[in-house]
T-cell receptor, first 116, second 113 residues
Framework: GAVVSQHPSRVICKSGTSVKIECRSL??????MFWYRQFPKQSLMLMAT?????????EQGVEKDKFLINHASLTLSTLTVTSAHPEDSSFYIC????????????FGQGTRLTVV | GENVEQHPSTLSVQEGDSAVIKCTYS??????FPWYKQELGKRPQLIID?????GEKKDQRIAVTLNKTAKHFSLHITETQPEDSAVYFC????????????FGSGTQLTVLP
């Protein structure tokens, strides 16, 4: 299947700093990527849909100025958590679907963010 | 938007027994229903999926059934093994250009040796 690579896998940052997470589709082009957040023992909650060359679409309750998404190419989307707070500590996962219209979603490895 | 409910939240079975996890969805336009297995700290792994034009699909010990009228679908795992222990998520996709997935709340499956 298609491969989605996400980096870093783990990051610890201080409160008030920003953290950038990268999501790359390695062997296919992804016009759309999705960013999820998962708190311990909870489900994956969609944060935003990242569209190549246009603004991301954020889910209700997700602050677009805090979670900056950039999808500058067909193989790369980034999520920047700005002015991080301890409550932002979570597992962030991206996913992508191929342009060929297959319905299967391919997930990145996830990023464990800890804000201290 | 779509709402997916999943039951049970935890499930313990003896090795060799069957496990069944059920999900319901709200959006009648949903047409794709995958099931994911997630181990702690890892990415979700697709184990089986079904589209709305099919009522049942099987892959070795895993099967999924779909009832469009009732808007529910189920995962069946037979001859369970300890390595089947994980969190399982159902999801639904309502189509459209974004084709985003809405996930159920997850089921922690424990297979007791």
């Amino acid at each position: 299947g298609a491969v989605v690579s996400q980096h870093p896998s783990r990051v610890i940052c201080k409160s008030g700093t920003s953290v950038k997470i990268e999501c790359r589709s390695l062997d296919f082009q992804a016009t759309t990527m999705f960013w999820y957040r998962q708190f311990p023992k909870q489900s994956l909650m969609l944060m935003a849909t990242s569209n190549e060359g246009s603004k991301a679409t954020y889910e209700q309750g997700v602050e677009k100025d805090k979670f900056l998404i950039n999808h500058a190419s067909l193989t790369l989307s980034t999520l920047t958590v700005t002015s991080a707070h301890p409550e932002d500590s979570s597992f962030y996962i991206c996913s992508a679907r191929t342009r060929q219209g297959t319905t299967e979603a391919f997930f990145g490895q996830g990023t464990r963010l800890t804000v201290v | 938007g779509e709402n997916v409910e999943q039951h049970p939240s935890t499930l313990s079975v003896q090795e060799g027994d069957s496990a069944v996890i059920k999900c319901t969805y709200s959006d009648s336009a949903s047409n794709y229903f995958p099931w994911y297995k997630q181990e702690l700290g890892k990415r979700p792994q697709l184990i089986i999926d079904i589209r709305s034009n099919v009522g049942e699909k099987k892959d070795q010990r895993i099967a999924v059934t779909l009832n469009k009228t009732a808007k529910h679908f189920s995962l069946h795992i037979t001859e369970t093994q300890p390595e089947d222990s994980a969190v399982y998520f159902c999801a639904a996709s309502s189509g459209g250009s974004a084709r985003q997935l809405t996930f159920g709340s997850g089921t922690q499956l424990t297979v007791l040796p």
